[in-house]
Each structure stands twice: as structure tokens, then as C-alpha cells.
């Protein structure tokens, strides 16, 4: 099975860096999602990783280390509308996808 | 293109009833999963059919059950029903089970059991 852990809150000021952290466990990989969903609404799909390195799109952008299963996603030039839950998800083996508790996000004015 | 189609968007059913839920994947995506997400538990996944077939089953009791049809559509199903059922149900789908792009999720079908 999976084990993915997140920390649960992030607040952080409009215009700053903001980095949520993942680590996991898993039976076999198969990539990393990162997900954002506002309250009541549906994750959106923000990126996607499944070779070591930095992957950039605008604003945001996410790592992973597959030897220390961890991965994580940074929020730049903050926005109040960046506020929102962020959902780190992996796929094992077996392609089922995995999603941590996720990180709540509070940009403050 | 349109989005992921899920209906109905709420629903309330007494203890021990069943329900049906309908989720219509993005044209051309054949792969769809099913998530139960509630606040304590974030999200949970169900299952995953791709051309009509289980290819992946979570962590949740007989009662919950799903299938696909041959245009892709797909249904879930929840018998017996127990007020911890009372959550956010998500259907995502996919081009494939292999895709890179991500699962598209739609808004959810809230299920409320009193």
C-alpha cells in the first residue's frame, strides 16, 4: 500500500515562496500527481512527475526524488486565489492512484 | 471539449437505502476512477474501470460497487447505505490507466445519509 504524508496547514503572505512538502511510501511507482481543490470544488490537475528532477509551469512548479520519496510543490509570487487545499497523489504499481490528506494553503493579504 | 459529467450533483437517502451514482468521462477518455472523499479521510479511492473492465479495486466493503459501459459511461453503486456513506463521491477520468496528463475530475455528487 501507500503512505503518503503532507503537512496539513500552510499560510504565507500574497507576492511570497511557498513550498509543500511530500514524502511517501509505496509498493512500486508509477509518478506523482500534484492536485489543487478550492473548497467545494473539484481537484484541477497542477503537475505531473516520474524522473528525478524540477518540473516548471509558470507560477508553480514540483520536485521529485524517487531514492527519498519525496516530492515537492512550489508556489511562487503568491496569489490570494492560490488559497486552496493541495493534494499530493502517487501511483503505485498496481496504477491505483493514492492521494495524501492534503495541505491547506492560506495567503494572507 | 466538455468536462466530466457527474449527476446528480446532491442527494439524500435514509439509512439502509440504496443509490446510484452516474459519472460521463471527457469523449474519448476510456479509463475511470471513483474517490470518496470526506473531510477526515481525504480522498479514498474505490475502483477503476477501463473498457468496461475492474482493473483496480480500494479498500471498501461489498457494498460499494461500480461498472462501466461500453461508451465509457460509468455508474456506481452503494447498497445498504450507513450514515459514515455520507460523503463527496468523485469521478475522474483519463485517456488511459497510463496516461501522464492526469485524471480530470468532475464537481462530485455530495450524498447526504439521514
Known amino acids: 500500500g501507500q503512505n503518503i504524508d503532507q503537512p496539513t496547514e500552510m499560510t504565507a503572505t500574497e507576492g511570497a515562496i511557498v513550498q509543500i512538502n511530500c514524502t511517501y511510501q509505496t509498493s512500486g511507482f508509477n509518478g506523482l500527481f500534484w492536485y489543487q481543490q478550492h473548497a467545494g470544488e473539484a481537484p484541477t490537475f497542477l503537475s505531473y512527475n516520474v524522473l528525478d528532477g524540477l518540473e516548471e509551469k509558470g507560477r508553480f512548479s514540483s520536485f521529485l526524488s524517487r531514492s527519498k520519496g519525496y516530492s515537492y510543490l512550489l508556489l511562487k509570487e503568491l496569489q490570494m486565489k492560490d488559497s486552496a487545499s493541495y493534494l499530493c497523489?502517487?501511483?503505485?504499481?498496481?496504477?491505483?492512484?493514492?492521494f495524501g490528506a492534503g495541505t491547506t494553503v492560506t495567503v494572507r493579504a | 471539449k466538455a468536462g466530466v459529467t457527474q449527476t446528480p450533483r446532491y442527494l439524500i437517502k435514509t439509512r439502509g437505502q440504496q443509490v446510484t451514482l452516474s459519472c460521463s468521462p471527457i469523449s474519448g477518455h476510456r479509463s475511470v476512477s471513483w474517490y470518496q472523499q470526506t473531510p477526515g479521510q481525504g480522498l479514498q479511492f474505490l475502483f477503476e474501470?477501463?473498457?468496461?473492465?475492474?482493473?483496480n479495486k480500494g479498500n471498501f466493503p461489498g457494498r460499494f460497487s461500480g461498472r462501466q459501459f461500453s461508451n465509457s459511461r460509468s455508474e456506481m453503486n452503494v447498497s445498504t447505505l450507513e450514515l459514515g456513506d455520507s460523503a463527496l463521491y468523485l469521478c475522474a477520468s483519463s485517456l488511459d490507466d497510463r496516461s501522464h496528463y492526469g485524471y480530470t475530475f468532475g464537481s462530485g455528487t455530495r450524498l447526504t445519509v439521514v
Open positions: 497523489a502517487v501511483r503505485g504499481r498496481d496504477y491505483k492512484l493514492s
Open positions: 474501470y477501463f473498457s468496461e473492465t475492474q482493473r
